[in-house]
Nanobody
Framework: QVQLVESGGGLVQPGGSLRLSCAAS????????MGWYRQAPGKQRELVAQ???????SYSDSVKGRFTISRDNAKNTVYLQMNSLKPEDTAVYYC???????????WGQGTQVTISS
């Protein structure tokens, strides 16, 4: 059973920074595309950023230039560095893993990020 455990969420003022981490276990990490999604109250879950098994990255327009996704295959961990945070970034952030062979999706439990003064 794939296990994804997020950490690093919290409350930060607008303009601040946070770094989310997602530790994966029970998988061959390099065989998975990894991503971060978020879901704000009353809204659909949306893709924020993704890093492929080969290391290519992509971002939603709303976070491009402010967020950076990275992965450390040796540590089975994916990160999301979030800078210049805005109140509209407030959401539960979910780690996502996609197995490259079957395209099966796996999810973490989520971590709350709140941007407020």
């Amino acid at each position: 059973q794939v296990q994804l455990v997020e950490s690093g969420g919290g409350l930060v003022q607008p303009g601040g920074s946070l770094r989310l981490s997602c530790a994966a276990s029970r998988i061959t990490f390099a065989m998975y595309h990894m991503g971060w999604y978020r879901q704000a109250p009353g809204k659909q879950r949306e893709l924020v950023a993704q890093v492929t098994s080969g290391g290519s990255t992509s971002y939603s327009d709303s976070v491009k230039g402010r967020f950076t996704i990275s992965r450390d295959n040796a540590k089975n961990t994916v990160y999301l560095q979030m800078n210049s945070l805005k109140p509209e970034d407030t959401a539960v952030y979910y780690c996502n893993a996609i197995y490259i062979i079957t395209r099966a999706h796996y999810w973490g439990q989520g971590t709350q990020v709140t941007i407020s003064s």
